[in-house]
């Protein structure tokens, strides 16, 4: 059984950081992407950045230049720096990870998701 366990959310006051960690746990062989998405209430679940197994990424425009998304394939960890946060950034945050190879097969899965807070 595979289970995304993220942490490091939190509340922060704007202009200030936070890094958020998401391991996946369980007899995996193999994950292509992994990934950070937030959801506020009432709307789409959107994509803030992704890393692929070789360490290509891709960052929402929203967050160029001021989140980092990492990865440790050895531990099926992604990491997420997030400096100069601002009170926009305020979502809660899904881990994803995307085509995880296990005994059983092949499929997504995703994160319970974790709250950030910026405030003003």
């Known amino acids: 059984q595979v289970q995304l366990v993220e942490s490091g959310g939190g509340l922060v006051q704007a202009g200030g950081s936070l890094r958020l960690s998401c391991a996946a746990t369980?007899?995996?062989?193999?994950?292509?992407?992994m990934g950070w998405y937030r959801q506020a209430p009432g709307k789409q679940r959107e994509l803030v950045a992704r890393i692929t197994s070789g360490g290509i990424t891709n960052y929402a425009d929203s967050v160029k230049g001021r989140f980092t998304i990492s990865r440790d394939n050895g531990r099926n960890t992604v990491y997420l720096q997030m400096n100069s946060l601002k009170p926009e950034d305020t979502d809660a945050y899904y881990c994803?990870?995307?085509?995880?190879?296990?005994?059983?097969?092949?499929?997504?899965?995703w994160g319970q998701g974790t709250q950030v807070t910026v405030s003003s």
């Open positions: 369980g007899s995996i062989f193999s994950i292509n992407g």
């Open positions: 994803n990870a995307n085509a995880v190879r296990t005994t059983t097969g092949v499929r997504d899965y």
